[in-house]
């Protein structure tokens, strides 16, 4: 049974940037596409981008001058770092893997980010 | 993009049927598949239908997916309604990028 886990600090200054890191255990990042998700009471779900097993990314319109996923094989986890952030960016993250890529079948428990100084 | 709409809420008793609606506001509705997930508060969402009208394994047969072209929507049908269906459930496609719908609350009386 694949599972995902994020981890990662709950609060950020506004203006710094958000990083947070999702731990795969049961399966390997080395096939699916490797999902960002975050939801707001406000703005629902919303899609934040996705990093193939062989290292191709895409990436939301709306976010993608802001945000960046990586991914450590090695370490069977993938990353997000969004820059610039605003309390607008106040959300719960998830992480999901994506097959073909858009059937979200396994997902995170999702974390609170709060942006707040 | 396109958006999808879904209503804000739908309410019913215990063993009734809801079918709950996502309308695609451009393009046709079986250019992509959509897909619905369930989430109960405090949870993460899990998907009980995908590539349009398929359970995972694990989903009872109450719950159905189907595609309209006349109305290029997408439709969830929950039969036999249990109190364990109470949630929100949100429709999901793409085209270059994810596109969620904003989600119904299904109250069960």
């Known amino acids: 049974q694949v599972q995902l886990q994020e981890s990662g600090p709950g609060l950020v200054k506004p203006s710094e940037t958000l990083s947070l890191t999702c731990t795969v255990s049961?399966?390997?990042?080395?096939?699916?596409?490797w999902t960002w998700i975050r939801q707001t009471p406000g703005r629902g779900l919303e899609w934040i981008g996705y990093i193939h097993a062989g290292g191709s990314t895409n990436y939301s319109p709306a976010l993608k001058s802001r945000v960046t996923i990586s991914q450590d094989t090695s370490q069977n986890h993938f990353s997000l770092k969004m820059g610039s952030v605003t309390s607008a960016d106040t959300a719960v993250y998830f992480c999901?893997?994506?097959?073909?890529?858009?059937?979200?079948?396994?997902w995170g428990q999702g974390t609170l980010v709060t942006v707040s100084s | 993009n396109f958006m999808l709409t879904q209503p804000h809420s739908v309410s019913e008793s215990p063993g009734k049927t809801v079918t709950i609606s996502c309308t695609r506001s451009?393009?046709?509705?079986?250019?992509?598949?959509v897909q619905w997930y369930q989430q109960r508060p405090g949870s993460s969402p899990t998907t009980v239908i995908y590539e349009d009208n398929q359970r995972p394994s694990g989903v009872p047969d109450r719950f159905s997916g189907s595609i309209d072209t006349s109305s290029n929507s997408a439709s969830l049908t929950i039969s036999g309604l249990k109190t364990e269906d109470e949630a929100d459930y949100y429709c999901q496609s793409y085209d270059s990028s994810g596109i969620f719908g904003g989600g119904t609350r299904v109250t069960v009386l």
């Open positions: 049961g399966g390997s990042i080395n096939d699916y596409y």
């Open positions: 999901a893997r994506g097959s073909y890529p858009w059937y979200f079948d396994y």
């Open positions: 451009s393009g046709s509705i079986d250019s992509n598949y």
